[in-house]
């Protein structure tokens, strides 16, 4: 059984300690706030985001190499899902030579390593809520600007994939996308109305 990542949240009450515990162990309570989005907010979260996560790729004999780790890190400042091309134009501005293979392979570093979703609807990535390998919930995606918010509700998640499945229907991946609109693109919306 892998190793769970300690959260964004561990990084934030614990600067430089880790925390561990086994998958089957972790689970998502967030009792105050049932989703959670994907800003991350300041530099020093992002720096704390990153030494977990290459601490946690260390306890599974990998490495998040420079071009991983920066990809990673250029996801975690976006604060929203971002296409591969954005993240390889970001790149290019880094490394003048960046070639798409080089983002793809990172990103699907990232994703078999748990750090990232693949939000299908946009075709964009976005960081796990908390860096953790765990059973993901509902991600609800701003088709406009692209935000992605986590939904921890695992009765609901439940209900619905037993309702596909009723239908005769099986999910090809694990990921369930809600597409939306955020209230600050609504808000906008309404503004501009």
Not at 42 to 48: C, H, L
Not at 117 to 145: M, P, Y
């Amino acid at each position: 059984m892998k190793n769970a990542k300690p959260t964004a949240a561990d990084a934030a009450s614990t600067p430089g300690h880790a925390h561990h515990a086994h998958a089957a162990d972790h689970a998502h309570s967030h009792a105050d706030d049932p989703h959670h989005d994907h800003a991350h907010g300041t530099p020093a979260s992002a720096e704390a985001a990153l030494a977990l996560a290459e601490e946690y790729c260390r306890e599974r004999g990998e490495k998040l190499t420079p071009i991983r780790r920066k990809v990673l890190e250029l996801l975690l400042t976006s604060g929203r899902a971002t296409k591969a091309y954005s993240l390889l134009d970001d790149m290019r501005q880094i490394h003048p030579g960046s070639a798409p293979p080089t983002v793809y392979r990172a990103l699907d570093f990232l994703l078999s390593a748990g750090l990232v979703h693949k939000i299908e609807s946009i075709n964009a990535f976005a960081v796990c809520h908390d860096l953790t390998q765990c059973q993901h919930g509902i991600l609800v995606v701003c088709q406009q600007c692209g935000n992605v918010t986590e939904l921890h509700q695992p009765a609901l998640r439940e209900a619905l994939v037993a309702q596909i499945e009723n239908a005769g229907y099986r999910l090809a991946g694990d990921g369930i996308e809600l597409k939306g609109l955020c209230s600050a693109c609504q808000a906008a919306q309404a503004a501009g109305s």
